[in-house]
């Protein structure tokens, strides 16, 4: 088993806009980055309850807004926080090196 984490090169942190959020694929994967207050978080861009794409909808604070239900998640963690959604979004480890922005998808 192996303890190596393996880092993905995902986007350069000043095409980020600040306090907002941009999709992006990631190996085949629907990424969402937000970059609040400097720092950056990510999860799959779709959400759990209506499949619309995150990076459509409204961020304020570290909660993103669905486009379609207004349903909201934590972007910290993915965690499910108003109805309708129930079901958490996957999140990814984020790391900044060299002004890039590296994701492990592990």
């Excluded at 806009?17 to 694929?25: A, C, K, N, T």
């Excluded at 190996?27 to 937000?34: E, K, R, T, W």
Aim: proline share 4%; glycine share 10%.
């Amino acid at each position: 088993m192996s303890t190596t984490t393996d880092w993905l090169d995902a986007a350069a942190v000043d095409e980020l806009p600040e306090d907002d959020v941009m999709g992006l694929e990631v190996q085949g994967l629907d990424i969402a980055l937000y970059n609040i207050g400097g720092e950056v978080f990510a999860t799959s861009n779709t959400c759990t309850h209506g499949q619309a794409r995150l990076c459509d909808g409204f961020l304020e604070g570290h909660e993103i807004e669905c486009p379609l239900h207004q349903g909201k998640f934590d972007v910290r963690s993915g965690k499910a926080t108003c109805a309708p959604v129930t079901e958490d979004l996957r999140s990814y480890p984020v790391k900044i090196e060299g002004g890039r922005v590296y994701l492990s998808l592990a």
